[in-house]
């Protein structure tokens, strides 16, 4: 085990908050996820996944995500931000869209993500969603480099995008 290893979410958010933390995945590396560190902030709801800002500060925005069976996130891009996305329980696979004008967006790409797995680093303003594929529930922390003040999504019908 890691001498510097962050133990809790409290710790983990600590770290973040600290003037000047801008290696977010050295952070995040650090960060030994514990879900019952975690279950003070997980939320659920039968129709669609839940997003907890467990923290949102100058450098950051911290974020733990529940899905029930089969639920999943739109295709969205983060304009621009690099995003690091760690599952902690379940399985969920990263769906990649290219995006073409007047085109639905089409599916190019496709990682599974696994507790245990590492982290995923999402670069830049590419379309993707979140898909949890496996028969139970699926939490993934989503560590945002910089606070997610606006993103964008993009129907699946050519030519419809909005900014929530």
């Not at 710790?11 to 000047?20: A, N, R, V």
């Not at 003070?40 to 997003?51: D, G, I, K, M, S």
């Not at 974020?63 to 029930?68: F, I, N, R």
């Not at 399985?91 to 245990?116: D, S």
Request: proline fraction near 7%.
């Amino acid at each position: 085990m890691r001498p510097d290893a962050i133990h809790t979410v409290a710790e983990l958010i600590d770290e973040l908050s600290k003037d000047g933390a801008t290696d977010h995945a050295r952070i995040l590396e650090r960060y030994r996820a514990d879900l019952n560190d975690l279950s003070p902030y997980l939320r659920w709801n039968t129709r669609h996944y839940t997003r907890t800002c467990l923290y949102r500060g100058t450098g950051s925005e911290l974020l733990v995500v529940c899905y029930g069976p089969g639920q999943q996130t739109s295709i969205h891009g983060h304009d621009g931000h690099s995003t690091w996305i760690r599952a902690l329980m379940g399985e969920v696979v990263e769906e990649r869209y290219r995006l073409l004008p007047g085109h639905a967006p089409q599916l190019v790409q496709e990682t599974y993500l696994l507790p245990g797995g590492g982290d995923l680093l999402l670069e830049g303003a590419g379309a993707h969603r979140f898909v949890n594929v496996g028969p139970g529930p699926a939490v993934t922390l989503e560590l945002h480099a910089g606070p997610l003040r606006k993103w964008r999504v993009y129907h699946e019908h050519p030519g419809r995008t909005h900014r929530p």
